[in-house]
């Protein structure tokens, strides 16, 4: 069923996923506009702007010919706009006087073990043949995104709010983009997957509060 519905989804360009990334900035600053008293909302914006500078690095040229060094340079702006993100919904929390420790932290932080240890597994009985830093990237960068995820979740539990899909589903692109880097997949399934579930990630965790 999924797979019919995708097919039926064009593959995008890179010319549009940098306009769709510009109208998430667009949608940020906006924000920002509407709710000038909510410190947040800038926070938040340049969050937006250092995914904007990643999607550059990872989107300005052909998959086949981006050297690893953009790759590399756009996962230390997205882990950055991850750490940004956390820190706009830390102050929420505490803002608030709410606790940190909640169960729907707890979740988030199950949930994140369990794709460390699947990650790690997956890669030992693989026997990938991708770069050890490689690897240490990936990894590192998936501590980063569960920082940003966790802290989400908990904001999520506390405040009722949606912006946990929003965190979820920024995680699974970024996963996805992992996924075929670590066991070199070219997949158009996947490649649709990730520009599905990217923006709607950062729309929710933008708006949702």
């Not at 996923?17 to 949608?27: F, G, T, W």
Request: with cysteine.
């Amino acid at each position: 069923m999924l797979s019919r519905v995708l097919a039926k989804i064009p593959l995008i360009n890179n010319k549009t996923k940098i306009l769709i990334s510009i109208s998430l900035v667009v949608l940020a600053l906006v924000l920002c506009i509407a709710f000038p008293n909510e410190f947040d909302r800038r926070i938040c914006l340049i969050a937006m702007l250092f995914s904007f500078i990643g999607d550059i690095c990872l989107n300005c040229m052909p998959l086949n010919k981006r050297p690893h060094k953009l790759l590399y340079t756009g996962a230390f702006f997205f882990m950055i706009a991850h750490l940004v993100y956390a820190s706009a919904y830390t102050f929420l929390i505490h803002n608030a006087g709410k606790e940190f420790v909640t169960p729907g932290a707890y979740i988030a932080y199950a949930i994140m073990v369990i794709i460390f240890l699947v990650s790690i597994i997956c890669i030992y009985i693989t026997r990938t043949t991708t770069k050890f830093p490689m690897i240490v990237v990936f990894l590192l960068y998936l501590t980063i995104v569960s920082m940003n995820f966790i802290t989400i979740c908990s904001y999520s539990y506390s405040f009722k709010s949606l912006s946990f899909i929003g965190a979820a589903s920024f995680l699974i692109s970024d996963y996805i983009i992992g996924i075929e880097t670590i066991f070199k997949i070219k997949s158009e399934t996947l490649r649709k997957l990730v520009w599905i579930f990217y923006p709607i990630g950062q729309i929710l965790i933008l708006i949702c509060r």
